[in-house]
C-alpha cells in the first residue's frame, strides 16, 4: 500500500508500505479521507515539539472498518464508516486515572508521536472507532477538529446564557465557535482575515471583528453592554490574545486557551484576584468524541462549510504547503485518501 511519509522538514514522499494485520484489540480502518491540521504544518517544518522522522502523518481521519483483530465480538462491523479518535493513551498515569487522558502525561497521538493516516490503511484499537452513520467520508474526517471544539465549550462550561468571544478563526476556533452556537450562546469572533470572520458568520458568529481594526475593547464592550464576555476563548495561541482575553473577559468570567506556544505572556496579577478569574487549559478531548460525532450529524453544511481545498494523497506535501502559504484561502484542507 502506499504512504506519504515525512522523511525531515518539508520533504515527504510517496512510499510502499506493507498491509498492516490487526492484533488483538484492534482493527484495521480503510483510509478515506485525511484532514490537514495545524499541527500537520508544524511537523513538515520541522517545528512541532514532539515529532520525529521518518513519521506518516495524519491524525483527523474517516475510512471504512477492513478487518478486526482475533476475538473482536463486535458492535463494529466490517465495512462501516468511522471516524477514529487518535489519542493513545498510558491509562496509569494521574490524568488517565482521573478520566482525562487527553492530557496522559505519556500520550501518543497519531500522525505525530507514531504514524498516522496519511496512508491507505491504518491499524488502531477497536476502542477508537466511533461509528458516522449516514456522515460523508469528508465531514467524518472533521469530526476530531470538532472534538477540540467541544472539549473547549465543556471546559468552559458553556451555556445558552454566555456571550463568548473567540480569538482566531482558523479550522479551531471555527469548531469553537460552532460547539458555541450548538449550545445557544451567542459568539463574537475576532481574527486578522476577513474571509474567515465570514465564515465565522456563516457558522452562526452574531458578530466578527477584525483583529488590529479599530478599538476592539469598544467593540466588546458595547456588545455586553458593558460587562464584558462571560467566557473568552484562544484559538491562536500568541502572547496578545491570552492577555486579549484575560483583559477583556468579565469579572467573574472564565478564560480558554487552546492555542499552542512555547512563548510566554505577561499578565497583571492582580486580574486573577480582581476578576476571580477561571483560566482554562483544553487539550484533545476527555470522553466527547461520541459528542463530536452528534455536533457534526446536526450541522452537516456548516461543517461542509469549512472544507477549501481537497488533494489526493499523491499530493500530500502540495496540500500541507498550500496550507501554510495561503491562510487566507485554505481553511480546511483534505486529503482524499480513497475516491
Ligand atoms: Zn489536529
Ligand atoms: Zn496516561
Given at each position: 500500500?502506499?504512504?506519504?511519509?515525512?522523511?525531515?522538514?518539508?520533504?515527504?514522499?510517496?512510499?510502499?508500505?506493507?498491509?498492516?494485520?490487526?492484533?488483538?484489540?484492534?482493527?484495521?480502518?480503510?483510509?478515506?479521507?485525511?484532514?490537514?491540521?495545524?499541527?500537520?504544518?508544524?511537523?513538515?517544518?520541522?517545528?512541532?515539539?514532539?515529532?520525529?522522522?521518518?513519521?506518516?502523518?495524519?491524525?483527523?481521519?474517516?475510512?471504512?472498518?477492513?478487518?478486526?483483530?482475533?476475538?473482536?465480538?463486535?458492535?463494529?462491523?466490517?465495512?462501516?464508516?468511522?471516524?477514529?479518535e487518535p489519542l493513545l493513551a498510558c491509562g496509569v498515569c494521574y490524568p488517565c486515572r482521573h478520566g482525562r487522558g487527553n492530557c496522559c502525561v505519556r500520550l501518543a497521538v497519531l500522525?505525530?508521536h507514531?504514524?498516522?493516516?496519511?496512508?491507505?490503511?491504518?491499524?488502531?484499537p477497536?476502542g477508537s472507532?466511533?461509528?458516522?452513520?449516514?456522515?460523508?467520508?469528508?465531514?467524518?474526517?472533521?469530526?476530531?477538529?470538532?472534538s477540540?471544539?467541544?472539549q473547549?465549550?465543556?471546559?468552559?462550561?458553556?451555556?445558552?446564557?454566555?456571550?463568548?468571544?473567540?480569538?482566531?478563526?482558523?479550522?479551531?476556533?471555527?469548531?469553537?465557535?460552532?460547539?458555541?452556537?450548538?449550545?445557544?450562546?451567542?459568539?463574537?469572533?475576532?481574527?486578522?482575515?476577513?474571509?474567515?470572520?465570514?465564515?465565522?458568520?456563516?457558522?452562526?458568529?452574531?458578530?466578527?471583528?477584525?483583529?488590529?481594526?479599530?478599538?476592539?475593547?469598544?467593540?466588546?464592550?458595547?456588545?455586553?453592554?458593558?460587562?464584558?464576555?462571560?467566557?473568552?476563548?484562544?484559538?491562536?495561541?500568541?502572547?496578545?490574545?491570552?492577555?486579549?482575553?484575560?483583559?477583556?473577559?468579565?469579572?467573574?468570567?472564565?478564560?480558554?486557551?487552546?492555542?499552542?506556544?512555547?512563548?510566554?505572556?505577561?499578565?497583571?496579577?492582580?486580574?486573577?484576584?480582581?476578576?476571580?478569574?477561571?483560566?482554562?487549559?483544553s487539550r484533545n478531548n476527555a470522553g466527547l468524541f461520541g459528542?463530536?460525532?452528534?455536533?457534526?450529524?446536526?450541522?452537516?453544511?456548516?461543517?461542509?462549510?469549512?472544507?477549501?481545498?481537497?488533494?489526493?494523497?499523491?499530493?500530500?506535501?502540495?496540500?500541507?504547503?498550500?496550507?501554510?502559504?495561503?491562510?487566507?484561502?485554505?481553511?480546511?484542507?483534505?486529503?482524499?485518501?480513497?475516491?
Amino acid at each position: 500500500m502506499k504512504a506519504a511519509v515525512t522523511l525531515g522538514p518539508g520533504r515527504i514522499s510517496l512510499e510502499e508500505r506493507p498491509e498492516p494485520a490487526p492484533g488483538p484489540g484492534e482493527a484495521v480502518v480503510r483510509v478515506e479521507v485525511v484532514g490537514v491540521c495545524g499541527s500537520d504544518l508544524h511537523i513538515f517544518h520541522g517545528t512541532h515539539p514532539y515529532a520525529t522522522f521518518p513519521r506518516i502523518q495524519g491524525h483527523e481521519l474517516a475510512g471504512t472498518v477492513a478487518a478486526f483483530g482475533a476475538g473482536y465480538a463486535g458492535p463494529l462491523r466490517l465495512g462501516e464508516r468511522v471516524a477514529v479518535e487518535p489519542l493513545l493513551a498510558c491509562g496509569v498515569c494521574y490524568p488517565c486515572r482521573h478520566g482525562r487522558g487527553n492530557c496522559c502525561v505519556r500520550l501518543a497521538v497519531l500522525g505525530a508521536h507514531v504514524d498516522g493516516a496519511l496512508t491507505e490503511a491504518i491499524a488502531v484499537p477497536t476502542g477508537s472507532l466511533y461509528p458516522t452513520g449516514a456522515l460523508s467520508a469528508e465531514l467524518a474526517a472533521l469530526v476530531e477538529p470538532v472534538s477540540i471544539g467541544v472539549q473547549a465549550v465543556t471546559r468552559g462550561a458553556i451555556t445558552a446564557e454566555d456571550q463568548v468571544v473567540v480569538f482566531g478563526a482558523g479550522p479551531i476556533g471555527q469548531a469553537v465557535t460552532l460547539a458555541a452556537v450548538d449550545r445557544g450562546a451567542r459568539v463574537l469572533v475576532v481574527d486578522k482575515l476577513p474571509t474567515r470572520l465570514a465564515l465565522a458568520a456563516r457558522l452562526g458568529a452574531e458578530r466578527t471583528a477584525e483583529a488590529d481594526a479599530g478599538d476592539l475593547a469598544a467593540v466588546v464592550a458595547d456588545w455586553t453592554g458593558g460587562d464584558g464576555p462571560g467566557v473568552t476563548i484562544d484559538a491562536v495561541g500568541v502572547p496578545a490574545t491570552i492577555r486579549a482575553c484575560v483583559d477583556l473577559v468579565a469579572s467573574a468570567g472564565r478564560v480558554v486557551i487552546i492555542g499552542l506556544s512555547e512563548k510566554e505572556v505577561s499578565l497583571p496579577i492582580i486580574d486573577f484576584t480582581r476578576k476571580e478569574l477561571t483560566i482554562l487549559g483544553s487539550r484533545n478531548n476527555a470522553g466527547l468524541f461520541g459528542e463530536a460525532v452528534a455536533l457534526v450529524g446536526r450541522h452537516p453544511e456548516r461543517v461542509a462549510a469549512l472544507i477549501t481545498h481537497r488533494y489526493p494523497l499523491a499530493e500530500t506535501a502540495a496540500a500541507i504547503a498550500f496550507a501554510a502559504e495561503h491562510p487566507a484561502e485554505a481553511e480546511k484542507v483534505l486529503i482524499r485518501v480513497a475516491d
